[in-house]
């Protein structure tokens, strides 16, 4: 069983709707949670992180967290041609693990216009 | 404002050659992290270091590979006698403090090896 599991996709959504990416992980000792962005070629780009049940937004993007179901999913309100990545999600069981951070394999997006 | 720096990008070496690969962290960065993306596979923790002192290597081979963090001068991971299964982009991340879980990724070494 992987530890943290995404939908693969790919996910291809118009410009300007709603994007919804989701993780799901196994451990539930987890307690810091990330998405990060990886374009085609480049570096991860850590875009948001949430560490508490519920949600939190940063401009378009809304991270959602239910510990009790081990589900964390981002959103991406009126998606744009230039958010089309890969999508990474991220979990750190935090204690001695800081910094070790268990990605999923990624969810390929696309925003066509 | 410089990010955390990589070098090489680019490394091509034949089996059994060794690869060195640099990482410096951001500025006021303390804390450095090594990772490896294979093809079609995650990005997969390798090792966590400060400065001259591994904290965490759970996620490196047994052998051929070391990592290290002098006093002065970039992190360094090293793989002795590399193998086609080597072939990777390894990334570098750095943090600036402890308990700081909110890594910046270097922009990688493409590793190939023939």
């Known amino acids: 069983q992987k530890e943290v599991e995404q939908n693969s996709g790919p996910l291809s959504v118009p410009e300007g709707a709603i994007a919804s990416l989701n993780c799901t992980y196994s451990?539930?000792?987890?307690?810091?949670f990330f998405w990060y962005r990886q374009y085609s070629g480049k570096s991860p780009e850590l875009i948001m992180f949430?560490?508490?049940?519920g949600d939190k937004e940063d401009g378009r993007f809304t991270a959602q967290l239910n510990k009790a179901s081990q589900y964390v999913s981002l959103l991406i309100r009126d998606s744009q041609p230039s958010d089309s990545a890969t999508y990474l999600c991220a979990v750190s069981a935090g204690g001695t693990s800081y910094g070790k951070l268990t990605f999923g394999q990624g969810t390929i997006l696309t925003v066509h216009p | 404002n410089a990010g955390v720096m990589q070098n090489p990008r680019h490394l091509v070496r034949r089996r059994g050659q060794e690869a060195r690969l640099r990482c410096s962290p951001m500025k006021g960065h303390s804390h450095v992290y090594w990772y490896r993306q294979l093809p079609e596979e995650g990005l997969k923790f390798m090792v966590y270091?400060?400065?001259?002192?591994?904290?965490?290597e759970s996620g490196m081979p047994k052998e051929r590979f070391s990592a290290e963090f002098p006093k002065e001068g970039p992190s360094i991971l090293r793989i002795q006698q590399v193998v086609r299964g080597d072939s990777a982009a390894y990334f570098c991340?750095?943090?600036?403090?402890?308990?700081?879980?909110?890594?910046?990724f270097g922009s990688g070494t493409q590793l190939s090896v023939l």
């Open positions: 451990d539930r000792g987890s307690q810091s």
């Open positions: 270091l400060q400065k001259e002192n591994i904290i965490d």
């Open positions: 949430i560490y508490s049940n």
């Open positions: 991340a750095s943090s600036s403090r402890d308990r700081d879980e909110k890594l910046f």
